[in-house]
């Protein structure tokens, strides 16, 4: 799209992608301040003048090399850092998120961040100045962490990450060339990006199978030339396409095809009503707590527990409770985390209503941090199912349809007639208010950010008698 894309259909660029952009600066400038070893630095030249004394760097063998530019025939890069190993050059970066994450079996490099560490270490390859494939990430942890690039990862399909920079090379040659057309899919990670109202109007003009929830490109791409739009699906006899021998698509099974015919049938219907699949199980309590934390994933701080209380079922006795960290520090974090669970344990019995396993997530990792706040096993007993209840995974994911692209709690609420009084109600907005309240400490920045989480709380209420009213 930035290459072929019509650029007055772009987006404007999130305050909160610039905050982004800005920290990561910001924090790469902090680790190069306080780096103790010595380094050259030709960061702030031109394009061609930076990359004309990264070379004459290398040729003196410096021992550590910062802002550099390199580029072999039509590939460019423009490593943090260029290390000396032996004879010859590692590439490295610095980052300020985790340097690995952790995909259920232990933790592991991050392939974005791979691909682009390959990028770097293929230009040193084919420059003749590359010691090893073993790039590396200074994270926001201080922690090195080694990028081997021939190591396979994956557990149904292990790959090397090399091989992964290589397809994805290929990939952007071709749509470079013109060679090949991409096509969007619908999906909640693209909301960032400055494309996205050009790619939905166009999925929207194909009828793309990707707006159906759940659905995805992977999906689509295995549906799409049998079965080429949501209409299309709606119209197919299921029964006769799968005519007992199960889904005739990889990596779709039976009950998954029926799924998403079902969706596509929703969708399509004039007027259409969202649905129960099954009774839905829901905890009984006078009281209910409507629960929801806000977090600066760049801080690493949950900064804010947001509870909406209700008796009876009455409106009238509805309140909003918060605990709010005043500044960044450990202490607060705890006080805050602390208080909010006093606040919990004095309403029990209670049922605990929340959306998606972010909040029950979070809580194990304060609980780690602040061992003498509470205990594992009293995580535990606070996130038991029979009390407390995640609306998404629990209830709308397993018992209930709905007429609409996504289950997003935004999007799910608003369809029940709930309305943000925000006019950018996002979690990506509310860390850049943060953001400017640490700086500013405006006191109207900290209003808007408890507003949006009470209107978070509120549509999770909204949202539980909507579940109960279908």
């Not at 400017?436 to 539980?464: F, G, M, P, Q």
């Amino acid at each position: 799209m930035d290459l072929f894309g019509d650029p007055k259909k772009r987006d404007r660029i999130s305050q909160f992608v610039q905050l982004l952009w800005e920290r990561g600066s910001q924090f790469e400038t902090e680790v190069i301040d306080n780096l103790a070893e010595e380094f050259v630095s030709v960061k702030g030249e031109s394009g061609s003048e930076r990359e004309l004394l990264t070379y004459e760097a290398i040729r003196r063998r410096e021992p550590l090399i910062y802002g550099g530019r390199i580029a072999s025939g039509e590939l460019l890069g423009e490593p943090v850092l260029l290390r000396l190993e032996g004879d010859n050059y590692v590439a490295g970066d610095i980052k300020s998120g985790t340097g690995e994450e952790d995909t259920g079996s232990g933790p592991r490099p991050k392939t974005h961040y791979g691909v682009q560490l390959a990028l770097y270490t293929d230009i040193l390859e084919r420059l003749d100045f590359s010691s090893s494939r073993c790039p590396f990430v200074w994270d926001i942890n201080g922690d090195e962490i080694p990028y081997d690039l021939d190591l396979s990862f994956g557990q149904r399909n292990p790959t090397p990450l090399w091989n992964i920079y290589q397809d994805q090379l290929a990939l952007a040659q071709q749509i470079v060339a013109g060679a090949g057309k991409t096509v969007g899919a619908y999906g909640s990670k693209c909301k960032l990006c400055h494309w996205h109202s050009a790619c939905t109007e166009d999925l929207e003009s194909i009828d793309d199978l990707s707006l159906l929830p759940d659905l995805g490109r992977a999906k689509r791409d295995a549906i799409v030339n049998t079965i080429p739009t949501v209409s299309a699906l709606a119209k197919t006899d299921i029964n006769r396409l799968i005519g007992g021998k199960g889904s005739p698509y990889p990596g779709i099974g039976e009950k998954t095809l029926r799924t998403l015919h079902a969706r596509a049938a929703l969708a399509t219907k004039p007027n259409a009503k969202p649905y129960k699949t099954a009774p839905i199980p829901l905890p009984q309590f006078a009281t209910e707590l409507f629960f929801d934390i806000e977090v600066d994933p760049m801080r690493n701080i949950c900064y804010l527990h947001g509870f909406l209380e209700r008796h009876n079922g009455d409106p009238k006795s509805e309140k909003f409770v918060y605990f709010f960290a005043q500044d960044t520090s450990a202490a607060e974090e705890e006080r805050i985390f602390s208080a909010a669970l006093e606040y919990i344990h004095s309403n029990q019995p209670c049922a605990l209503y929340f959306y998606s396993k972010y909040e029950r997530t979070w809580y194990r990792n304060l609980q780690e941090r602040y061992p003498s706040t509470c205990s594992s096993a009293d995580i535990e007993t606070l996130f038991d199912p029979a009390t407390a209840v995640d609306l998404y995974y629990d209830i709308v994911k397993k018992y209930t349809e709905w007429p609409t692209r996504d289950f997003s709690i935004k999007t799910l609420a608003k369809y029940l007639g709930f309305n943000w009084r925000d006019t950018d109600p996002s979690g990506a907005a509310s860390i850049e208010w943060f953001h400017r309240w640490i700086e500013t400490s405006d006191s109207e920045i900290r209003e808007r950010i408890l507003k949006y989480n009470e209107d978070d709380c509120i549509a999770t209420r909204v949202l539980l008698d909507g579940l109960k009213a279908l």
